[in-house]
């Protein structure tokens, strides 16, 4: 074994040190949402209504959050964020710079849509949310049938990381809302 690798926790043979997932048992590696994903089918699931009222919610709170009153100007930052769903323009890539930028959009009917920067189209529907964090911890079928998990964190200011998961890719994207 050299600098470069390490072994895999799971059946002790040699990897690369900065693998996601083992090619020899197919485990995956290094991912904050990883670790959850094999238990999120095992667990209670809630109904699809719930996770539709709850970003409903969150997205209304966020909307009125980020909005700035003024006394001299008419605030239309609420009526704006029911004229577009919110928005994120992706501009990294598993730590590295997007040369053309991605778009991920919570659309109205509270399904995800990904827009890649060659102009390919990922959809998701959410089937199954566990946890109390209203925008993780979310597994959503995408249109090849996969199941996906999702997840959206706040970083700082309107900066975000949108982590998506299946059995075939980790993505893991920074960039912000618009």
């Not at 089918?41 to 709850?54: C, E, G, L, R």
């Not at 006394?71 to 040369?99: A, C, W």
């Not at 995800?112 to 102009?119: A, P, V």
Request: hydrophobic share 35%.
């Amino acid at each position: 074994m050299n600098e470069n690798t390490k072994k895999c926790p799971f059946c002790t043979e040699e990897i690369k040190k900065d693998a996601i997932k083992c090619r020899h048992c197919g485990e995956f590696i290094k991912s904050e949402i990883s670790k959850n994903f094999n238990t999120l089918k095992k667990k209670k699931t809630i109904p699809i209504i719930w996770i539709i009222v709850v970003l409903t919610i969150v997205g209304f709170l966020y909307s009125i959050g980020n909005s700035k009153s003024d006394s001299s100007k008419k605030d239309t930052s609420i009526e704006k964020s029911y004229q577009n769903p919110p928005m994120f323009v992706l501009t990294e890539l598993n730590g590295r710079e997007l040369e053309e930028y991605a778009y991920f959009t919570i659309k109205f009917d509270n399904t995800f849509e990904l827009k890649t920067g060659d102009g390919a189209i990922f959809n998701y529907i959410p089937t199954q949310h566990v946890g109390s964090d209203s925008l993780c911890n979310i597994v959503a079928t995408d249109d090849r049938g996969r199941n996906t998990a999702i997840c959206i964190k706040k970083l700082s200011g309107n900066n975000a990381m949108i982590m998506l998961e299946n059995n075939e890719m980790i993505s893991n994207f920074k960039g912000f809302r618009k």
